[in-house]
């Protein structure tokens, strides 16, 4: 449905364009992309389907998120649209099975077609904690199969208003220890999510060295929720450009966050991910935008793993939405940044034994940072 939709926008300006999917920066001014994390890829160039996906976003989405009330009634109206997206057909080269982890429902997706390997994704879906789910996220779970070989298993954990976060971590911790036990190879075992899944896939590798389990081979993060209080501006990186998300209004975050942690929520272990470092060692792959709420804290945590030695491998992204990766069939950016997260997790686990693919029109023309103050709590 969002590609067909992406489709129609893009048609007159594709005709108005030629043959070109990608265009150059035209805004001089700009120059190249600034980062405070100086081992950070940037990709400067973007699709015409992603310039029209991020105005369209912008115009249409984001006063929607800005204006909605958070009420329970709303709440559940949004989780019965996420629900038409079970209607799409699944991937006829992916084999689905549904079953529980830990007393947690969860689906398996392995491919039929694509390189052989002994990987299993543990994947936790976006959307806030409180829409999104395991059927509108399948689509980027089958396409991790396909390009990674792994098995992909998606969490369907507890939201609002049925749970708060603290509820939320426990489901995604207890899918994981059960995942430990029930595969066959418990040291191929990734951990991934986008925006909030993302915060879920740090808290498990927290928590996993907490309780004295094996940590995640690598952690994939696609614009990830690193702290309860996004909007914050001290955090352990200077934010360098003005947040400009395409949709997700900042005014907004400090009510959620009342439906987030309720009183009388507790969160096991840190409720920040980005105070969490200490206990996270798993190789870690980090997406973010350049201009979304969230990239400070992606280039926080970067360069706090990074202080301690962890593997990181970071990329930014100039004009695309936050969570882009997730739109796997709508842009061409989507899929080289699902490429990119799957041949890094194959690398970790030692079943891809070359550089990864790269980004022909990336720069790494960057501008050091370092840590100029201790992480929000």
Known sequence: ????????????????????????????????????????????????????????????????????????????????????????????????????????????????????????????????????????????????????????????YVQLPEGSIADSVQDAIAAYAALLKTSDHPDKIVVAGDSAGGYLAMKIAELATRRGLQAPAALIGFSPLLSVDPEREDKAVQRIVRARDAYLPMSRIAQIRERWLPEGSAIEGFASPLLATAYISSPTFLVAVEDEMLRPEVEAMALLLSERGVEVETHIWRKQVHAFPVLADALPESDMALQLAADFARLAVGELHRAPTVDPHSHEKTIAGEIVSGPAS
Request: positive net charge.
């Open 1 to 156: 449905m969002l590609t067909s939709w992406i489709n129609r926008l893009t048609s007159l300006r594709v005709v108005a364009t030629g043959s070109r999917d990608r265009v150059r920066l035209l805004l001089p001014e700009r120059g190249p992309m600034r980062v405070v994390y100086e081992k950070a890829v940037v990709h400067e160039t973007y699709s015409v389907r992603a310039r029209v996906l991020q105005r369209s976003m912008r115009i249409v989405f984001k006063p929607l998120l800005r204006y909605t009330p958070l009420s329970d009634r709303s709440l559940a109206r949004m989780r019965s649209l996420d629900r038409l997206s079970a209607r799409r057909r699944p991937s006829r080269h992916v084999e689905h099975s549904q079953h529980e982890l830990g007393g947690v429902r969860v689906e398996s997706m392995t491919h039929r077609y694509g390189p052989d390997s002994d990987m299993t994704i543990l994947y936790l879906h976006g959307g806030g904690f409180f829409s999104c789910s395991i059927d509108t996220h399948r689509r980027v779970c089958e396409r991790l199969a396909l390009k990674s070989g792994a098995t992909v298993i998606s969490v369907d």
